[in-house]
């Protein structure tokens, strides 16, 4: 199974947030190889953008602001692939009238370009529109209660 990891996924997870235990769970299965993980190639500068700002609130200056956001996401990467969003889907993604936020269209284009067949978001409101059966677009806790089936 292919899962599509949407920004806000993997910033609950690093800013140890109120959803951060699932997405743990759901990192473990891909850490465990139990699931194929991805993010887009945006998700990556979002990240380096937003753990710059949380560590810096959390008074952790440079250079260890650096060296920890790279520790982080080098971790990260070892099983959670990333993957690139072509200009075809970004003028999907663009065009779509069906999405509010257009960041959140290119993620959906992106998942679907790559084939995945479920996009794990924290904001699914933001995904209501969509029914494709091709890539399943649910909440953290859901995936784990229906794909993984427990929870640590």
Do not use: W
């Not at 465990?32 to 700002?53: D, E, F, P, R």
């Not at 978001?121 to 890539?135: M, Q, S």
């Amino acid at each position: 199974m292919k899962v599509f990891l949407d920004t806000n996924i993997l910033m609950e997870y690093f800013a140890n947030r109120t959803k951060a235990a699932d997405v743990k769970v759901i990192l473990q299965a891909a850490y465990q190889g139990q699931i194929k993980a991805c993010m887009s190639v945006g998700c990556l500068y979002t990240l380096i953008y937003l753990l710059g700002i949380y560590l810096k609130n959390q008074g952790i200056h440079e250079p260890n602001k650096t060296l920890r956001i790279k520790e982080s996401l080098s971790s990260i990467m070892e099983y959670v692939h990333i993957v690139n969003l072509s200009e075809n889907y970004i003028d999907h993604a663009i065009s779509a009238t069906d999405f509010k936020d257009l960041e959140d269209s290119c993620q959906y284009q992106c998942a679907a370009e790559n084939k995945c067949d479920i996009l794990i978001t924290i904001i699914i409101k933001h995904f209501n529109k969509i029914d494709d059966p091709k890539c399943e677009v649910i909440e953290p806790h859901q995936f784990v209660q229906k794909y993984i089936g427990c929870k640590e």
